[in-house]
Every structure is written in structure tokens, then in C-alpha cells.
């Protein structure tokens, strides 16, 4: 859509009709007739997006086929409208307004509660192919959510690689201890050899600073025999002279 367009590249203040008229191939009087102000054209383009949630990720379903794919993938793509920083600097002062703005905030809680409730069902059907453990979904969804969002505005602040990339890396380490059969996403190298255990080898203990240390003998003089022994308190080395007669 034209306007979701021009908002990616343009903050709150800086937006325009002229600028969406352009973008959309029409007269600016063209929009003042239909929507009135700025702030009506933005509420139209916003009202939009609960009731295409679940439309959103049906399709991801129909593209990816395993419902964990689809979740990974479809919240990696979902990112693109912020994909440079000065995308999510406008994102986030478009949240502002969000927050702020009884009738934009309504549109927002229903677009975040369609996000997480199609979230359960793709978790629930991870859960029931044997993708995930049984697990609470209704919470993992919540965390996912969370998660996502954090990612977005550290990936801003970091700036390495893609944000697809960086979500996808977030999301994949969230999930991790709920998998299952996860030993098939691990290079061969590191796989578990059949039949071995996968249990960790407990270390064995350190030896103490006390342990005796043997008596190393040196040169034997007159009557008498050197030997070099390691002290064990100082950890150097000593001379003890012990009579031959002993």
C-alpha cells in the first residue's frame, strides 16, 4: 500500500498527502476528498492490519508447510518494513503516536493479540508434529512476541547483517530448548554417535596444592645424601640433607 510505503521513508512530522498521493499515482485532492487530513489517511491505512493477520499467516503456511518453519520465517519477513535503521527510527515514532492516540492504540493491541493468537496456533501444531515439546503456548507465544520486538530495536543499535538474519538467529535461540530432534539442524561433526551417550563427562577433580610430591634424589656427597623435593606449600624448591645412617 502507498502509504504504508511513504511511512517507511518518512516520520510522522515529515509525511505528507502530497508525498502518498505520488507515491500512490493520484492528486493530492484525490486523498483530501477521500480521507479529509493526514490523520485520517494514517488511521485508514492502520485499520487494515488486524483483519489481515490471520490472511498473513495462512499464506506463510501454505509457502513453508512445517509450522515452525512458517513462524521463523513469516516473523523474519514480517521485520521488512523496518529493514534499515532510519526505517525503525520512523517505525518507532510512529509507535509514539500508537501509544498516545486512544483510536491508534486500539487498532494496535488488536493487530498485536491477532499476532500472538495465530502464534499459539502455529506452536500448537509444532506441538502436535512432534516440532516442539509439549510446552504452554499461549506464554511461548507472548515470549515470541517479546522477543521479536526487543531484537528489532538491538539489531538497529548493532547493525550487523540483515534483520531477517538477526530475527531469525533470536527466534532459533528462544526455541532451542523446546525442540525436539534438534540434533538434525548440528553439522555431522557434532552429532551424537548412535548408541553413545550424549551425557557430558564429569571432570575430574583438580589435585590439591597439598598433594605430596615424590622425593627426587640428587648427588650423593660423603656421608650423606642430597635429595630435592618440591614444597608443597611455597611451590619451590628446597634442599633437604638426610643422613645416610637414617
Not at 48 to 71: I, M, N
Not at 119 to 138: H, I, R, Y
Not at 180 to 201: C, F, Q
Request: with cysteine; glycine share 6%.
Amino acid at each position: 500500500m502507498a502509504t504504508m510505503r511513504v511511512m517507511q521513508r518518512r516520520s510522522p512530522v515529515d509525511l505528507t498527502l502530497a508525498d502518498v498521493a505520488k507515491e500512490a499515482g493520484v492528486v493530492p485532492a484525490t486523498l483530501i476528498q477521500r480521507f479529509g487530513t493526514k490523520r485520517g489517511l494514517l488511521l485508514a491505512a492502520c485499520r487494515t492490519a488486524p483483519g489481515g493477520v490471520p490472511e498473513q499467516f495462512g499464506a506463510a503456511r501454505a509457502k513453508y508447510g512445517s509450522p515452525l518453519k512458517t513462524l521463523i520465517e513469516l516473523y523474519a519477513e514480517c521485520g521488512g518494513f523496518a529493514s534499515t535503521p532510519e526505517a525503525m527510527a520512523n517505525g518507532l515514532a510512529y509507535l509514539q503516536v500508537d501509544l498516545i492516540d486512544p483510536e491508534f492504540h486500539a487498532i494496535t493491541l488488536a493487530q498485536f493479540t491477532a499476532i500472538r493468537d495465530e502464534t499459539k496456533k502455529l506452536l500448537d501444531d509444532a506441538v502436535a508434529s512432534d516440532e516442539l515439546k509439549p510446552c504452554d503456548t499461549g506464554d511461548l507465544a507472548r515470549l515470541i512476541q517479546q522477543v521479536n520486538d526487543g531484537a528489532m530495536l538491538n539489531w538497529a543499535v548493532y547493525r550487523k547483517g540483515s534483520l531477517a538474519a538477526w530475527l531469525r538467529r533470536s527466534l532459533k535461540g528462544l526455541l532451542a530448548p523446546y525442540r525436539l530432534g534438534v540434533e538434525a539442524d548440528l553439522p555431522k561433526d557434532r552429532r551424537p554417535k548412535p548408541g553413545r551417550s550424549t551425557e557430558p563427562v564429569p571432570e575430574r577433580p583438580k589435585s590439591s596444592s597439598m598433594t605430596t610430591t615424590r622425593w627426587k634424589p640428587s648427588a650423593c656427597a660423603r656421608s650423606r645424601r642430597s635429595y630435592w623435593r618440591r614444597c608443597p606449600s611455597r611451590r619451590v624448591r628446597t634442599c633437604c640433607i638426610v643422613d645416610c645412617r637414617m
